[in-house]
């Protein structure tokens, strides 16, 4: 039985991949300024203080998007909102194709932030409601590891074009101007797999609703998410200028390479967690970024470039683990008619993690120095990602209890982990 209206022209399949599509260049999009950022100090002479407030209002636009539009497609559908957020997105790259200093790179960034704060939520649980029957799971997976592939196209893409080019930015922003109106184009083509309901103008007031069925796994996943996303945060915002200042490293795509380096790890992670059971996947990817970040703290102590790279790998594979155990957990204790809001809310934390510990590292930075700063964030997402093995070890433990089964029962975990995804 069809459950999808009949005004898209697109099968479900073709839908499933467009909207994928539209994720990773979302995401890709978000991450594009980052290795740009020291040529635009260079051009107009802002401090790195500034470089980390461009990064926050960011947030704060998206931030503010999926605290009022965030479940905005639960009552008017996914169509709709998909094809405003996409142009909005156009919008934002047109801004900074035409930049003329800080102010535009600012409205740029806010703009920017509404758009991915719109789609962010409809996106999530288009790519769920829109997943193969025989594989359910690949929406919450694609919508975790889109995140971070988009994040390593962007990042790295235009890490290489810096190093071609003082000007990368009239060269990637034209482009993806561009191809946010063809998507917003071919997204009215999609099957509509959400029905319109009553509550929309209600659903504008700006609040964060997690059903309370849902809130126990909700709250117990909040250590992981902040770890992982205020890792991500520190590469977005400043890693470009700290391989440069603390590792000495002179070649120009390095920044955007490091911060590719990263979400490639954090995308593999993603892929590996649909083997694990989603608390296991948590506890296995709270224990890698951990990891993680001891290697990074160690990679500037020994001003060591590889040991930085490999210790964005393990970090990134310890957060895409997480991240996907945490969604997928969410998603399964969550009814379809609140999804979209669920996801936004869990993006809310995310993306206030992503922006007000590297906010808090820039101000820090302007006394303590870059380098001496970036060990306190290590050391802080290092601690919260050590919380989060311990909780997801007792969360586990309390489910056996509960279900009757011993804590050692190895047949179950492997039951669960060949689930088909």
């Not at 994928?20 to 802002?46: H, K």
């Not at 461009?54 to 639960?74: E, K, N, P, Q, R």
């Not at 939520?121 to 594989?135: D, K, M, N, Q, S």
């Not at 609040?207 to 796994?217: G, M």
Request: hydrophobic share 55%.
């Amino acid at each position: 039985m069809n459950r999808f209206d009949s005004g898209g022209r697109l099968g479900r399949r073709a839908s499933f991949v467009l909207l994928a599509g539209a994720n990773v260049l979302m995401m890709a999009t978000a991450s594009a300024p980052s290795p740009i950022y020291p040529l635009y100090r260079e051009r107009w002479g802002f401090s790195v203080t500034m470089l980390t407030v461009i990064f926050a209002v960011y947030v704060a636009g998206l931030l503010g998007a999926l605290l009022t539009v965030g479940s905005l497609s639960d009552h008017l559908g996914r169509r709709p909102v998909l094809v405003a957020a996409l142009l909005l997105a156009a919008t934002s790259t047109a801004i900074f194709w035409t930049a003329g200093g800080v102010g535009s790179l600012l409205t740029a960034r806010v703009v920017q932030g509404l758009a991915t704060g719109a789609a962010t939520g409809a996106l999530a649980a288009g790519l769920v409601e829109f997943a193969p029957e025989e594989r359910p799971h690949l929406g919450t997976t694609l919508a975790a590891v889109g995140t971070g592939i988009g994040m390593a196209v962007g990042a790295g893409a235009i890490g290489l074009l810096v190093e071609v080019t003082r000007y990368p930015d009239a060269y990637v922003f034209p482009f993806l101007t561009l191809a946010f109106v063809s998507l917003a184009v071919a997204v009215l083509a999609i099957p509509e797999p959400h029905p319109r309901r009553a509550g929309a103008l209600a659903s504008l007031r700006p609040r964060v609703r997690v059903p309370r069925e849902a809130r126990p796994e909700f709250l117990a996943s909040v250590p992981a998410i902040v770890a992982g996303w205020a890792l991500a945060g520190l590469f977005l915002a400043l890693t470009p200028s700290l391989v440069t200042t603390a590792l000495h490293v002179g070649f120009g795509a390095a920044g955007g390479l490091s911060i590719a380096v990263l979400f490639v790890g954090n995308s593999a992670g993603g892929l590996w967690s649909v083997r694990h059971a989603p608390r296991v996947a948590t506890s296995l990817g709270a224990g890698a970024l951990a990891l993680g970040s001891a290697g990074l703290a160690a990679a500037l102590a020994l001003t060591s470039a590889t040991a930085f790279v490999i210790g964005s790998v393990v970090a990134g594979l310890g957060a895409g683990l997480a991240f996907n155990g945490t969604l997928r957990t969410i998603s399964a204790a969550t009814s379809a008619k609140a999804r979209a809001g669920v996801f936004s809310a869990a993006y809310v934390v995310s993306y206030s993690a992503l922006s007000v510990p590297s906010l808090a590292a820039g101000l820090l930075a302007r006394w303590w120095g870059l380098e001496t700063t970036a060990y306190l964030y290590i050391a802080f997402v290092a601690v919260l990602a050590v919380l989060a093995v311990v909780h997801a070890g007792r969360q586990s433990t309390r489910r056996r209890s509960a279900d009757g089964r011993p804590a050692n029962s190895a047949a179950g975990s492997r039951q669960h982990a060949r689930t088909p995804c």
